[in-house]
């Protein structure tokens, strides 16, 4: 099993970027998903994360209004519109999901992707 984000790139302030992470392999499901972000020099934070179905999502403060996390269960694939940017949104932006491996059994195991870089230049 693997995740791909996709989709980082250069913009400037007040842009938007989509990203995209794409599950691949031999899996049931993906269960909850999220995005976290890890500025340069700083640790990895949880930005936002949502449910199987959809219907739950969560948010940090700090993009709040301004991001959107949407899923499209029969691609297995999560995405991150982002909107408004600004400079402290800079960094590497990481796929984060609960991948249930088989329909026999309940348990489901934590896969992060290997990152995509947002570089927001003010």
């Known amino acids: 099993v693997s995740l791909v984000e996709s989709g980082g790139g250069v913009v400037q302030t007040g842009e938007s970027l989509t990203l995209s992470c794409k599950a691949s392999?031999?899996?049931?499901?993906?269960?909850?998903a999220g995005w976290y972000h890890q500025p340069p020099g700083k640790q990895r934070e949880v930005i936002a994360t949502?449910?199987?179905?959809?219907?739950?999502?969560f948010y940090a403060d700090s993009v709040k209004g301004r991001f959107t996390i949407s899923r499209d269960n029969a691609k297995n694939t999560i995405y991150l519109q982002m909107s408004n940017l600004r400079p402290e949104d800079t960094g590497a932006y990481y796929c984060?999901?609960?991948?249930?491996?088989?329909?026999?059994?309940?348990?489901?195991?934590?896969?992060w992707g290997q990152g995509t870089q947002v570089t927001v230049s003010s």
């Open positions: 392999g031999n899996f049931f499901s993906v269960q909850t």
């Open positions: 949502i449910s199987y179905g959809g219907g739950t999502t």
């Open positions: 984060n999901a609960d991948i249930r491996l088989s329909n026999r059994h309940v348990e489901t195991y934590p896969y």
